[in-house]
């Protein structure tokens, strides 16, 4: 940009309240795809979260911040996926739960659940035939189907998805992705599916059902893993690789850590590294001799390779790396990436500030950027029922009513 700094977005905020300004959103999810509700609430959305009277499941989950020796703790993965949204509490297993669920359905513009409202009698594909009622429905093998009535949970659907089949090395147990990565992908999944819906309804007046099975979703990163065209094609099928399957973009002990180095297309510029550095060895004559395939898969050259890196430490060979255009980055854990400078620049990492908690809570910030419509990051998450009064006062329930409710344990 001439004569000028490019603005750093979401940095310096924007001048809207957020990109979903006005769009309600019933949350019944606690579980496979709480993520995507965190999003819209980030977006701007106004969600309200719906628990059991004794509060939802993920209060309960660890781990825990923990106030006072006589407090009660309080689940960090609550307050994680609920930054943001306001929560009432409700029984929906009661009639009269039942009955007020249904008017808060009829309030909202979207319903993202784990197949609730399907398993409550909700004629759903009524609902959103005669309305413009979006629901999002994110379960473990979808609301139709064989499967449909299947208990999974995400190792399971990592499982049946393909994605863990191949995760790991050939002849050794498969690994999986590490927790949570197939509810991730739903909860993504739900948020984009619930985008493009709400812009359909508003575009022709009718809602729409989403069904999202996060079978499916881990499937689509399973079967791209495994490039299924190739096996439609040729009936050739990928397996895991190798332990050691040569210098193609391996991993590399440093000093210090690990690091990436993918010197797989452009290996001249490994061997000018490594000559100008001493530890070329006999490796030019190799890479005259030897197909590009071969020289990367060559033991001779990931032994020298992982000699030079053993020696040096990671922000060295990163710098190395840079330098000769080649591919390097270093493997990373939860220390390197909350001290990451590039992420502090960003901004990702956030204080959330609660009158509970004595210092302010530190959580990954807007994993999306905008220029004008800033992603509310760093919003505390709700005490248990504390919007009731306010959420079902717009459904007509006034506070004598609530308080018989209150009383019969249904809020």
């Not at 911040?65 to 703790?73: M, W």
């Not at 099975?213 to 099928?237: C, D, I, P, T, W």
């Not at 990702?348 to 992603?375: K, M, N, Q, S």
Request: aromatic share 8%; hydrophobic share 45%.
């Amino acid at each position: 940009m001439v004569g000028g700094s490019v603005r750093d977005p979401g940095l310096t905020g924007g001048v809207h309240a957020g990109a979903l300004q006005g769009v309600r959103v019933l949350d019944l999810v606690d579980g496979a795809g709480a993520y995507g509700t965190r999003l819209l609430a980030g977006l701007g959305a106004r969600v309200i979260r719906v628990e059991p009277p004794a509060g939802a499941a993920q209060r309960s989950r660890p781990p825990f911040y923990r106030l006072a020796d006589d407090a009660p703790a309080e689940s960090l993965y609550f307050i994680h996926y609920n930054g943001g949204k306001q929560s009432v509490t409700l029984d929906v297993t009661a009639p009269a739960g039942r009955e007020l669920l249904a008017r808060l359905v009829e309030t909202v513009d979207l319903v993202v659940d784990n197949g609730d409202l399907a398993r409550l009698g909700f004629p759903l594909a009524e609902i959103v035939d005669r309305s413009a009622l979006v629901v999002v429905s994110v379960t473990p093998f979808g609301l139709y189907g064989a499967r449909h009535g299947w208990l999974g949970g995400d190792l399971i659907c990592q499982a049946t998805s393909g994605m863990i089949g191949l995760f790991g090395y050939r002849n050794e147990r498969p690994a999986r992705f590490g927790p949570e990565q197939a509810c991730e992908l739903g909860g993504l999944a739900a948020a984009l599916a619930a985008l493009i819906a709400l812009f359909d309804a508003r575009r022709g007046g009718r809602g729409d059902l989403v069904d999202i099975a996060l079978e499916r979703v881990g499937a689509l990163v399973g079967l791209q893993m495994s490039n299924a065209s190739v096996y439609h094609q040729f009936g050739v099928a990928r397996t895991r690789a190798e332990r050691s399957a040569g210098v193609h973009g391996q991993l590399y002990e440093a000093s210090d850590g690990w690091v990436t180095l993918g010197p797989y297309r452009r290996p001249q510029a490994l061997v000018s590294m490594l000559h100008d550095h001493g530890a070329a060895e006999d490796l030019p004559d190799l890479l005259q001799r030897l197909p590009a395939a071969e020289f990367g898969a060559n033991a001779h050259v990931e032994a020298v390779v992982r000699r030079f890196t053993a020696a040096r430490s990671r922000a060295a060979l990163i710098a190395l790396a840079q330098s000769y255009t080649l591919l390097g980055l270093p493997v990373t854990d939860v220390r390197d990436l909350v001290n990451d400078p590039f992420l502090q620049e960003r901004a990702f990492f956030v204080e959330v500030a609660d009158d509970r908690f004595p210092t302010p809570l530190v959580d990954a910030g807007a994993p999306i950027r905008f220029a004008d419509t800033p992603y509310r990051a760093g919003l505390r998450p709700p005490l248990l029922g504390e919007h009731n009064a306010d959420v079902f006062a717009q459904i007509g329930v006034d506070a004598a009513t609530l308080a018989a409710l209150r009383r019969q344990g249904v809020v």
